[in-house]
């Protein structure tokens, strides 16, 4: 992986100085099994595992024959056995193939590398955690298809971030069961010659359970789910990203992940604040999913095993494990330093008319025994109705200016408009002054009746106060409190 | 493909019925060919013809027979021989192979397909020219990171639309090339006893000419192009409606796609006119790159072939074309349809506050002998100073409510608050009224310095002057002309 | 799907009939949860229940009224209150959201086409234990990357099939813990006006437990996982079917797929026996593929959604059960019908000249003292050695034809050849009549050495007993049991 | 991309120097461009650009600067304006964007690790043409579905492989067009105060046309196609390869890779020539798969640009053109000293009885007034019968051992089994003796019938003669010559 978005403590996994002490670790635990099955003497054995933690794995040495044999582990053997006397070199490796040796040694450095993930997780946890106690009462537009919906708290939004990234937590948290296994049963799987509780005994000290039924090497059906896991990760970190890059649109943003002092937007525009950290994380969604995609098409191999998966492993799983890594440093980052803007948020409630409410409207009008056609189409109509334009507004939207001086005049007209009055549906419908709309199929005839309707009901003062309170934070989030306690988010604050 | 997806011209061409048309096609020809080369007599070519062509194929007798043995094209040659007499069968599908009679037959019905779908891109192309010369002159504000960058008009966004999609346009055309050949080579591809001639001869009469070095099949290396292109030019029509989901988010949507006036948006909430179709269309691109992958992974056969490709491309070859065609459609219609609010647009530029000429102001200041870091930096700290919240705003911002009370009075003191003054960076600079800012590592010093520099440059009446012409559209947008005269998209409007 | 892939109780889980009665037993569930929340009165509830029970859902009206107002949810709510009396339509998907009712509703489809899945699965866990016990003491060559390796049972491959199965197979069945969770939390997923207890209780009713953190719909990353592990399970079917077309190679097929007796093998060569079946399986794992990567693009949405993975989803889930589906069909047709020819596996290790044992006969020379380098060149030179070609052979294999005349010249040559002397390493190596190889970098002196070392080894006759006991079944499988029992499989024959 | 398998010139390509170098070269293209437009005096441009290559660019310090600003191309500006005294600073980058420096260059980029796999891709061309030449009369079975097919010389097959070869190769060429292209037309691609002449000089200059209507960047629909095409490439490799380890399987091999004389196969068994580098080939293409999609993916990106592709770009590019080099030299290497054995290729002919003419022998019936039903069953039967294996045989096939020393037993019984004799159907059929046959479903009548027709038929010696020419290379690869001709790959042996 790219310097820029390595992780050194993933690169430290996957060093081949760590792969090959890992590798003389199974081959110390087979020497350890094989002591207390009696197959070597203590004196063996001691001889062999002291003299080999004395002498330093030679890596370049190690490389070099590589290249001459073509065989990792057996160049590994050879480099091994240089420092033991003739008579112990039958113990060395004794039974067993290349990938007893490796498949302990493989599904180790995923569990290291898991295990740098996860406190990355943790952290994140913590910070959507903070937000949402933090913002437990910043009321912002829900937004469906974009498109404002009911309100909620900015807290609660983190509460359901929260809740898409704890299943793809605990999701990869569950894989690390499938590299509780491994194996040491020979060329084919079959044990030959090896006696099956070296197996046992050695991956033990390994702390493995032996899986049954391994060929040479352990089935890649154990390990695709885990980088599907990871992807599945990254993908909900997009999500996240997503979210915070459409709040940061400019205009008003609402949010805006955290812009260094120094740092420079644009070469050309200097009043950019760029959302690159939460772009880069859609960039790290794509490749979690490309490098999964590797890996799950590594599934099926021939008969005993062939070696296609190999290369793809090697490469893959740490560069996958390095975007995961990536993606969740920045998305750390983004989170502890998130700007939020509460009064932009206000203002595009205020600017939203009340259509927030629209359900409660809606529901509103049939339990005062509205028809739900009926009611639908009156809240319907009062919400385009009051977004419909001025008829200064009008004038500008609909003539096309065919120069650009004709587009600066209307530049000029626009800024020089006086504030719109916003009316929200609140007061709206109550004075019954619903209006034909060209967006609705509702007759002139509909209209007056929906009025009328409209006008006896609210004459009553009773229910006038009952349509007040339905737009009300109080009311709308009332139940956002179960959200917190469900998920055992306990605030200081409340 | 569901119906709801899928497009009735394209359902025609994979259809049993139309697939046993084109065998018998093939077969047709290559009597035709063998008459030619005197392997058959004229009456005997004549009888076969004829009498096939009089006893139209029974679909389901096929069906039936293939159940049985397991063979779909020998099914066929059961169904058809059935009319002829035994004497007749030596020249029915002689010395040729399933795959001769089903490759030409393969090849025309992507042909037809690809008929299917390009005058649907064709009618996109004209809907993106429309609104080019439409909307030559309405300004609008680009997007880089979602953030404002410079003015540009909404015609010359529909022009890059239009480059993007003409790329992608021409990539399929282009691999109609790769289906101007077909083989009907014998059942390895080397000829076995059948006669070269016959391939050419009967090749030319469908309208092809001989792919030579083709196994029993034509390598699949031909189509896995035409595939990735469908995939890539929906996912440019992916790109164009996600920019029109980005320009209809509520608030102040600049564009929608069209409702209809029946159209519920939400069963909940009245008030959504949801983007529901261009949202549809990224549902299309990903089921797109999917279908493009199988075919993709479809490349690979073993030695002269076997049929792992077969299931694969009877399913993701007429699913790829459904979603092309309905993500065309549906984007024809979003943009014969489209709603633009250019009151809406010059709006969000007029509450942008100059920064769209941040980029020339810089430049400026550097003509006037700035260095590039402190032009850089002072427009950069102009462009943070007028959008400071003014002080009301700021006491919002500031404090997180502690309850939805407390959030609702916030709500309301914004709701009263008057409407701001906005002041763009044209106005600001000149004045030489700097400040520190908090997002900015700018000393005091340093912004004191600046401000002299700057109240020096703009004692001089021309300076400023020129410095004002730098911020109007006709400035800002002089070179958009070579777009449209590159591109050679005339209008009558200028 | 295809009629020719479908699966028939797939294809009725996701017909609109289906669907809509599940959204309609949503809807019942909510009325029965206002019920004992004393939020509908007894008679109101009944008369909804009873009422819509006995007036079956008109599809087609739905369909209509569908395209009418693009809204499908609605349009069943306006088909259902058809049927209702107006002051009964607001207690009608109260206070609910479309998806509220259609969550509940996708994941009983998901769990119920599982459940089509599973017993399939099962299936094949029988046929391939009941094949484990057949062929417990049926030996063959096993294989890696092609070549022949140690010795093995076939039963034992079966073993090592199952435990690929079966971990694809536990992993598809801990995904329906995800399935276990639903949501009824309104618009936006925070209840809205809706009451949180509810949702408890309606989908208690509906036999879910509330997902908490939700938003208008599910997160999709608990789906993502399930399709996942569909392809996942393909993919290992992909695996076995490899084997056994591997396996069906001719020449001396060791296996073959069923192949019915009026099954027709190719349209041009009757003699062919193909593999169709297992090479349809690669397909299925490839399409399984590619709806998984669609749905695995889909975990990522807009805020508190879009319904960019709406159409993804209709189509994706049903055609991957159903490949899903034929898969598990196809490979317990073929497990159940498999043709094993014994004879051809014994042919196979005869002709493979003792090589199997090559790993034991290097350890035992380890044991009698030499050198781990030295005892593995040894066997490699005699492995190489005693498949040195015979002089006929060798004359052949080096004169290239230079016509087709001469090619069949070499065949009857080759036709005539005695057959050759099949000299396994068994015998040959005690003979210590190693020779200097071509393919290996052993000097005459180096070749002479080993001979001299070999021959005073092999002059112990004790020695020469205990080589021999190395190259039997007996010995070389002796720790298949191990295998047997560990994965609890009994067998009567043992 | 790991050392093992990383191209060195493609390292090279990818460095930062490398970039950073390309960087200068456009802001120097640009510089030369204005001076043509005599926006920058002689002296000054000639300033910039002799001091800037007399001052090597520091990797180091752009490095950190590129850290503390966040923005790489703003830092190479901090770097090299250094150099340059204050009044020239706004000469350098003047008007332009950060992407219209890096576009040429990227494109830049591309082409030349383009043009490190065209010679790579050449040579494996010369390779097959070699190989196509001197096996032109070595005759071999082809296989479909893995069975014996019709013969062909082993020469054909690799014209086979080349013509697969050949279309990803120019499919790849050809998308060398798509990089003809780049854009220096400012920060959303509508030149702003950027005159459109500077473009087209300075493009001119770096050998490129401008493309129209590019945003901030160049549209990513150019480039996914050279991502797609080479990944095709690497999937047609990985059927070579395939094709080569199917052939390479044990028992009796066809073909082998090359294997070293030092290499080892396996740690455990010595005798193995393993096919590590073709199967290390699928590896390559399904990474290949997977850096493509990722590149697939970024097509679309946010209105005027977001930077969502940059982070893949940096990555999958490299390591994408790495290993699609890998693969092409792995196969150079491989193909070069590719073993063949036509001994063995003869003997499997040779046992094939005769059923790689059965194509040929139906149709000859068929000639001889049989119906198609009736020809294609006898050919069928006898192909059946031929294969039938001896009552020895049938004895060890159809009792399944129930220990492993019965299995010993069986296993000595065959090795000691006098060799079979081998029925071509070239003698079998005329004998007319047929047999009822277990696969088959014909009647002990249709048998009789069968053979009656056969004896009367073969009654006739020139009928004999002629069957007997069927069967001859000769006959069977007469048109062979018409593939070699057709692509004009013309041998001095013929």
């Not at 933090?134 to 537009?141: A, D, H, P, S, V």
């Not at 709206?428 to 060209?438: I, T």
């Not at 917190?484 to 988010?489: A, N």
Request: charged fraction near 25%; hydrophobic fraction near 40%; proline fraction near 3%.
């Amino acid at each position: 992986m790219l310097e820029r978005y390595a992780n050194s403590e993933i690169n430290k996994i996957f060093t081949d100085e760590h792969k090959l002490q890992l590798w003389q670790e199974t081959e110390f635990a087979v020497i350890r099994a094989m002591l207390r099955l009696r197959m070597i003497d203590r004196d063996d054995s001691a001889a062999i595992i002291t003299t080999l933690q004395e002498s330093p794995i030679d890596v370049e040495w190690w490389k070099k024959r590589d290249k001459e044999i073509h065989h990792d582990l057996n160049a590994f053997i050879d480099e091994r056995v240089r420092y033991l006397p003739t008579e112990l070199h039958q113990y060395f490796h004794k039974n067993i193939t290349s990938y007893d040796t490796e498949e302990p040694a493989f599904a180790r450095m995923l569990l290291e590398a898991i295990e740098v993930v996860l406190p990355l997780c943790g952290m994140l946890k913590e910070e959507l955690i903070t937000l949402a106690l933090k913002y437990r009462f910043t009321i912002m537009n829900a937004r469906t298809h974009g498109q404002e919906a009911e309100l909620q708290s900015f807290g609660a939004r983190c509460l359901s971030w929260l809740a898409d990234y704890e299943v793809a937590a605990q999701a990869l948290t569950r894989t690390l069961e499938n590299l509780g296994y491994s194996k040491l049963s020979g060329a084919i799987g079959k044990y030959g010659s090896l006696n099956p509780e070296i197996e046992k005994l050695a991956l033990a000290d390994l702390k493995f359970k032996p899986f049954t039924g391994a060929t040479q090497i352990m089935p890649r059906i154990l390990y695709a789910p885990i980088a599907q896991a990871l992807s599945n990760l990254v993908s909900v970190l997009d999500k996240i990203a997503g979210d915070i890059r459409l709040a940061a649109r400019s205009g008003r943003p609402i949010m805006q992940e955290p812009f260094q002092k120094k740092q420079k937007g644009s070469s050309a525009m200097p009043h950019k604040k760029n959302t690159i950290r939460t772009e880069q994380v859609e960039g790290m969604a794509r490749m979690a999913r490309g490098y999964a995609n590797m890996i799950s098409e590594s599934i099926k191999t021939w008969e005993e095993r062939a070696i296609e998966q190999s290369s793809v492993e090697r490469v893959a799983w740490p560069d996958l494990f390095h975007v995961t890594a990536q993606a969740l440093k920045v998305m750390n980052l983004v989170m502890s330093g998130l700007k939020v803007y509460p009064d932009n948020m206000l203002k595009e409630i205020h600017e939203s008319r009340g259509v927030y409410a629209s359900s409660e409207a809606k529901e509103f009008l049939k339990t005062q025994g509205l028809a739900h056609e009926a009611a639908y189409r009156i809240i319907q109509l009062a919400c385009f109705n009051v977004f419909e334009p001025s008829s200064d507004r009008l004038v500008i939207r609909e003539n096309v200016p065919s120069s650009f001086g004709e587009a600066n005049a209307y530049l000029k007209m626009i800024s020089r408009l006086k504030a719109e009055k916003i009316t929200s549906i609140e007061d709206f419908v109550p004075r019954a002054e619903l209006r034909v709309s060209d967006s609705l199929d509702a007759s002139w005839e509909d209209v007056h009746n929906y009025n009328a309707v409209l006008k006896k009901l609210f004459s009553d003062k009773e229910t006038v106060g009952k349509w007040h309170r339905l737009f009300t934070p109080e009311h709308l989030l009332q139940h956002e409190k179960t959200l917190y306690e469900q998920m055992g988010i306990t605030s200081q604050t409340t």
